[in-house]
RNA sequence: GGGGGGUUUCCCGAGCGGUCAAAGGGGUCAGACUGUAAAUCUGAUGGCACUGCCUUCACAGGUUCGAAUCCUGUACCCCCCA
């Protein structure tokens, strides 16, 4: 994975930080449907006046990123683009509080060890999709560097101080906490707020930073923030929000009954990431295309036009998980996210080698038998069915087969008597073996 | 404490001595159709050595040539009266 990723449809990251002269990012923003809430009306021309810093903050509660925070992820990004500095902030102490915000529990505490490592995996992944070279180049910080030293008298004497309770109290993210009688609040999350406020303090004093950006369920601590430094020294910071990733059914984005869509390829894979949103519905399709991707306006427009009259083509989600595929896993990922398609649709397979399998049937379960099963004789496809776990039962494989439902290597099988032998590997090694339209399995056979 | 009802295959629910691996529905699986959608339609749905055999109807015994169905006891659940 290079550091500057796989962005074809942006400009290549090495220009990033240099591009001037500054953009109306705004009004992008804004057709886009990606301002929430601003503290400012004026932020547009204020953007104008010169290059500004702005930073966003992720959570490090895994390795890597998930598909919610793509969205402020993409944020610094065009907001790079558009000429201006952007910084990460990982959140390794306000990781180890949790953020009320949008939680309905008090959230598990992590360890030292373990924020290090989710760390380090997600500024990896930042640096896909953000320039960090130049002088207007991106920064990445853990607010655990600076806070880790402060004393907790010093932080109440300087930071606490300035919070009155009232106000706090009155954040949406607390109230409804404290509306709830199963629940309940912690003194440690309740504080979450002052660690956040501070760091946009830290960072205005740390590199000239006046601007936040976060999901709408942030708006809470960015005025939190905002509201600190005033009170400790007198600046005016601004703050910015999107509206969160969700589908029009009001379910969250980026899950599936096989759990959270990831970021990294070893969590989730190309072809699974892709499947996830060639599989978008009609009703969110635009909505992505417009919060996910750095395709332009007119084209955009295009695509709804098109989703409009020709649904079924489905051109706006195959144009998203292209995008969003190649952004995040490169031209290489791409091409295997559609590789694997193309299998797992019904092509059939054939002189593979292992490696071009293990590569594509990433996520399919599969099962070691010795060679010799092969040899003679050779196996039986029930019990191969049942082997690689397709079938519960013989009984249960025999019907597969006999309803016109088995495959292997994509090839149906049309006899339940069927003897499977060393000409039915798709590869060295390898038998892939389906159970209706796309159940896969694979059999391994080593000597 | 007294009286009554219940416990069926993944779930709900029929069955009330042989024709019961057990109706029907749901779910699930497969097929057709389709936009890798939704809806719809068709078939399947205990196991195996599969025109046959074996194991299942709360549990343990019993009556019968034969029981999910009858009897006895045990466990759990529900309702009514105190």
Not at 126 to 140: P, W
Not at 204 to 227: K, M, P, R, V, Y
Request: contains cysteine; charged residues 25%.
């Amino acid at each position: 994975m290079t550091t500057c990723g796989a962005s074809r449809a942006a400009l290549p990251c090495s220009a990033l930080a240099e591009r001037t002269p500054l953009q109306d990012i705004i009004a992008d923003l804004k057709w886009r449907g990606l301002v929430h809430q601003q503290t400012d009306e004026k932020l547009a021309a204020w953007l104008g006046e010169k290059s500004r810093t702005l930073y966003a903050g992720f959570d490090p509660t895994a390795d890597s990123l998930h598909v919610g925070s793509l969205i402020p992820l993409l944020m610094l990004r065009r907001f790079q683009k558009a000429g201006h500095r952007p910084i990460a902030l990982v959140g390794g102490a306000t990781g180890m509080i949790g953020d009320p915000s949008g939680k309905s529990e008090e959230r598990n505490l992590l360890d030292v060890d373990a924020l290090a490592a989710n760390v380090a995996g997600i500024e990896a992944q930042m640096r896909m999709l953000l320039d960090f070279e130049g002088d207007r180049g991106a920064k990445l910080v853990n607010n655990f560097d600076w806070m880790r030293s402060f004393s907790y008298l010093d932080f109440l004497r300087d930071v606490g101080k300035n919070f009155p309770v009232s106000v706090m109290m009155a954040k949406d993210s607390v109230k409804t906490r404290l509306g709830r009688d199963d629940v309940g609040i912690s003194y440690t999350e309740f504080s979450y707020m002052l660690l956040q406020a501070y760091d946009f303090v830290h960072l205005h004093e740390q590199f000239g930073c006046e601007l936040q950006l976060g999901a709408s369920d942030q708006w809470g601590n960015i005025t939190a923030g905002i509201d600190l430094a005033r009170r400790m020294k007198s600046v005016q910071l601004y703050g910015l929000t999107c509206p969160l990733l969700t589908k029009s059914d009001g379910a969250k984005m980026g899950k599936t009954e096989s759990g959270t869509v990831w970021l990294s390829p070893s969590r989730t894979s190309p072809y699974a990431f892709y499947q996830y949103w060639i599989n978008v519905d009609d009703a969110d399709a635009g909505k992505c295309l417009r919060f996910l991707t750095e395709l332009e306006q007119k084209e955009v427009e295009a695509l709804d036009a098109a989703r409009e009259s020709d649904p079924g083509k489905r051109e706006s989600q195959k144009r998203l998980a292209e995008e969003l595929t190649r952004m995040i896993h490169g031209d290489a990922g791409l091409a295997t996210a559609r590789r694997a398609t193309e299998i797992f649709f019904g092509a059939e397979i054939s002189e593979l080698s292992d490696a071009q399998l293990g590569e594509i049937f990433a996520d399919v379960p599969s099962q070691q038998l010795a060679r010799e099963r092969l040899e003679g004789e050779g196996l039986n496809v029930v019990d191969a069915l049942v082997e690689a776990s397709l079938a519960g039962s013989k009984s249960d494989a025999r019907r597969t087969v006999a309803q016109g439902g088995a495959y292997v290597n994509n090839r149906r099988v049309e006899n339940v008597d069927a003897q499977l032998g060393p000409a039915d590997l798709a590869s060295e090694t390898v038998m892939v073996l389906r159970s209706g339209k796309k159940k896969y399995a694979l059999l391994r056979f080593k000597a």
